[in-house]
């Protein structure tokens, strides 16, 4: 298992928690439903990752860079 493996399940984790936090601290559904989908998508393209598929590092970048983007943006 490589680093890119462990980064992209990692920050699913933390995209998730953080989504559950943001509904919890001020009941954004937004916070729960895109923190919710991007780590989803994120434990997903780390399990495609550790199968072989090179596309799964890809959509772990790509899902990374839209929430640098976007977080970018709010600050």
């Given at each position: 298992m490589n680093l890119g493996i462990v980064a992209a399940f990692a920050y699913g984790i933390l995209a998730i928690v953080g989504g559950v936090i943001g509904y919890i601290q001020a009941t954004s559904r937004v916070s729960?439903?895109?923190?919710?989908?991007?780590?989803?998508?994120?434990?997903?393209?780390?399990?495609?990752?550790?199968?072989?598929?090179?596309?799964?590092?890809?959509?772990?970048?790509?899902?990374?860079?839209?929430?640098?983007?976007?977080?970018?943006?709010?600050?």
């Amino acid at each position: 298992m490589n680093l890119g493996i462990v980064a992209a399940f990692a920050y699913g984790i933390l995209a998730i928690v953080g989504g559950v936090i943001g509904y919890i601290q001020a009941t954004s559904r937004v916070s729960l439903l895109s923190g919710s989908i991007s780590g989803l998508l994120l434990i997903l393209a780390a399990y495609f990752q550790l199968q072989g598929q090179t596309w799964g590092a890809i959509l772990a970048v790509l899902v990374t860079a839209v929430l640098v983007v976007v977080f970018a943006f709010r600050l």
